[in-house]
């Protein structure tokens, strides 16, 4: 067990700063900017991994990220690029020389390069492909010709291959005097002689193989082949749940036409987590903390106004037990409880709902089983809960029918809460609809409706 005490870690350090660019670093890179010091800067920015720098970039200002930018000049690196978030990424092209860009874009990968592209305007689109050679320029442009989010966006055109045939000797001799092999590649694919792929090669196995052993006698048990078309969504659920590491691309002929990493799959898994948590939350799928005043509101009005439409209803609701309410003050008084709490158990149960349809957990195998289980945890919490708000209401207001009253509009909300939170994420998916996107709404009306109908309803039946 180490004696060092957290407190005197520096701040410098990994354990303090988990890796994020310190303020130390920011500042001094601020003030070789302020001093237009170009030699200080680079030393600066050098050693930083690309996305540090490109965290960088997005923390500063429109201003200093210019500067920075023309400061910087031919040492950016294109995978900076890469790892910006797209919110800025046009910004950052924009304040790039092409002699710089097309330098910059040179250095990526095909799956990298239509990445940048997609969400790029035409005028800045042509000038980076007016960057790549010819034969990278037709390789990028082929792959923007599939559909957006299919594999054939996401995949990279740069292969290792080899027939199938092939000793461990020959494909070393091959990698050893190929001249246009990948930076970084996992697996060599075996392909029959109509360029189908039939199986992967680890470097691992390779490397640990006599000379003499056919490829074919040390292929991997788990192989799975892309189809173009696929869903980067399905492909990033595949890469996940079978543990691949990079798997070939083939196209309707099943000929190989590219591979995919798993550096892009975990990325577009990021990606999905990340839209997912922000529809929950009704500010947008694209929300980024580099996006301007306009743009953040005009992401999360259009949320709002549906908020505003499910809380209208929860209160015509309210409005035909008005006079209930007047007889009856303490009513006023107990209702947000008992909406509150159906409103956050309804959240617990879409949560695990929304996540579990995502990673395909939620089946039409166990879907009653997981309605039944969010209806009984309901139930149970509803009754604990139930016993609090009754002791409370004959305590504070002296009425045990009102604390009767609260406690049974308690048990039927959280119900309720359990089965909508899971039911109607289940029902959108049903309907083609995401149940990021449209659930919250639908679960608070319904949580909001029904919580304010039970408690006011058993008021005056009960009390009036």
């Given at each position: 067990?180490?004696?060092?005490?957290?407190?005197t870690?520096?701040?410098?350090?990994p354990?303090a700063?988990?890796?994020?660019?310190s303020?130390?670093d920011?500042?001094?890179?601020?003030?070789?900017?302020?001093?237009?010091?170009?030699?200080?800067?680079?030393?600066?920015?050098?050693?930083?991994?690309?996305?540090?720098?490109?965290?960088?970039?997005?923390?500063?200002?429109?201003?200093d990220?210019?500067?920075?930018?023309?400061?910087?000049?031919?040492?950016?690196?294109g995978?900076?690029?890469?790892?910006l978030?797209?919110?800025i990424?046009e910004?950052?092209?924009?304040?790039?020389?092409p002699a710089?860009?097309?330098?910059?874009?040179?250095?990526?990968?095909?799956?990298?390069?239509v990445?940048?592209l997609?969400?790029?305007e035409e005028?800045?689109?042509?000038a980076?492909l007016?960057?790549?050679?010819?034969?990278d320029?037709?390789?990028?442009?082929q792959s923007l010709?599939y559909?957006?989010?299919?594999?054939?966006r996401?995949?990279?055109?740069?292969?290792?291959?080899?027939?199938?045939?092939?000793t461990?000797?020959?494909?070393?001799?091959?990698l050893?005097?190929?001249?246009?092999?990948?930076?970084?590649?996992?697996?060599?694919?075996?392909?029959?002689?109509?360029?189908?792929?039939?199986?992967n090669?680890?470097?691992?196995?390779?490397?640990?193989?006599?000379?003499?052993v056919?490829?074919?006698?040390?292929?991997?048990?788990?192989?799975?082949k892309?189809?173009?078309l696929?869903?980067e969504?399905d492909v990033?659920?595949?890469?996940?749940?079978y543990?691949?590491i990079s798997?070939?691309v083939?196209?309707?002929?099943?000929r190989?036409v590219?591979?995919?990493?798993?550096d892009d799959?975990?990325?577009?898994?990021?990606?999905?987590h990340?839209e997912?948590?922000l529809?929950?939350?009704?500010v947008?799928?694209?929300?980024?903390l580099s996006?301007?005043?306009?743009?953040?509101?005009?992401?999360?009005?259009?949320?709002?106004g549906?908020?505003?439409?499910?809380a209208?209803l929860?209160?015509?609701?309210?409005?035909?037990?008005?006079?209930?309410?007047?007889?009856?003050?303490?009513?006023?008084v107990?209702?947000?409880?008992?909406?509150?709490?159906g409103?956050?158990?309804?959240?617990?149960?879409?949560?695990?709902?929304?996540?579990?349809?995502?990673?395909?957990d939620l089946?039409?195998?166990?879907?009653?089983?997981?309605?039944?289980?969010?209806?009984?945890?309901?139930l149970?919490?509803?009754v604990?809960f139930?016993?609090v708000?009754g002791?409370v209401?004959v305590i504070?207001?002296g009425?045990?029918?009102?604390g009767?009253?609260?406690?049974?509009a308690m048990?039927?909300?959280?119900v309720?809460a359990?089965l909508?939170?899971?039911?109607?994420?289940?029902v959108?998916?049903?309907?083609?609809?995401?149940?990021?996107?449209?659930s919250g709404?639908f679960?608070?009306?319904?949580t909001?409706?029904?919580?304010?109908?039970?408690?006011l309803?058993?008021?005056?039946i009960?009390?009036?």
């Amino acid at each position: 067990m180490s004696d060092t005490d957290p407190d005197t870690i520096p701040p410098e350090s990994p354990q303090a700063d988990d890796y994020a660019l310190s303020r130390k670093d920011v500042s001094a890179i601020l003030q070789a900017l302020d001093t237009e010091d170009r030699e200080a800067l680079v030393a600066l920015m050098d050693p930083l991994h690309p996305a540090d720098i490109a965290d960088l970039l997005e923390q500063v200002n429109a201003f200093d990220r210019t500067r920075l930018i023309r400061l910087y000049g031919r040492e950016f690196d294109g995978e900076i690029l890469s790892e910006l978030d797209e919110s800025i990424r046009e910004e950052v092209i924009a304040a790039l020389s092409p002699a710089v860009l097309a330098d910059a874009v040179r250095e990526l990968d095909s799956d990298d390069v239509v990445d940048l592209l997609e969400d790029l305007e035409e005028p800045q689109q042509e000038a980076i492909l007016d960057a790549l050679d010819d034969d990278d320029r037709a390789v990028v442009e082929q792959s923007l010709s599939y559909p957006e989010y299919s594999a054939g966006r996401l995949m990279q055109r740069e292969v290792v291959m080899a027939p199938e045939h092939w000793t461990v000797g020959d494909a070393i001799d091959f990698l050893r005097t190929a001249e246009n092999l990948p930076e970084q590649f996992y697996h060599v694919t075996l392909v029959d002689p109509r360029m189908r792929p039939v199986a992967n090669v680890t470097l691992g196995k390779l490397m640990a193989s006599p000379r003499a052993v056919p490829l074919a006698d040390i292929t991997e048990d788990t192989f799975h082949k892309i189809d173009v078309l696929q869903d980067e969504a399905d492909v990033a659920y595949a890469f996940n749940q079978y543990h691949l590491i990079s798997a070939p691309v083939i196209d309707a002929d099943e000929r190989l036409v590219g591979q995919i990493t798993i550096d892009d799959a975990m990325a577009v898994l990021d990606e999905e987590h990340e839209e997912d948590i922000l529809r929950l939350a009704g500010v947008g799928e694209e929300s980024s903390l580099s996006d301007n005043v306009v743009d953040t509101t005009r992401q999360r009005l259009p949320w709002l106004g549906v908020n505003l439409v499910t809380a209208i209803l929860a209160s015509l609701v309210i409005a035909q037990f008005e006079a209930a309410i007047a007889q009856v003050v303490a009513l006023a008084v107990l209702m947000p409880i008992v909406a509150s709490m159906g409103g956050n158990a309804g959240t617990q149960s879409l949560t695990v709902a929304v996540r579990a349809l995502a990673t395909k957990d939620l089946t039409g195998a166990n879907v009653w089983r997981v309605i039944r289980r969010e209806c009984l945890v309901g139930l149970i919490n509803g009754v604990v809960f139930a016993v609090v708000m009754g002791i409370v209401g004959v305590i504070w207001f002296g009425s045990p029918a009102l604390g009767y009253v609260i406690a049974a509009a308690m048990v039927v909300n959280l119900v309720v809460a359990g089965l909508a939170g899971t039911g109607i994420p289940i029902v959108l998916e049903k309907l083609g609809i995401d149940p990021a996107l449209a659930s919250g709404a639908f679960v608070t009306t319904v949580t909001d409706v029904v919580g304010f109908f039970a408690f006011l309803g058993l008021a005056v039946i009960v009390l009036l």
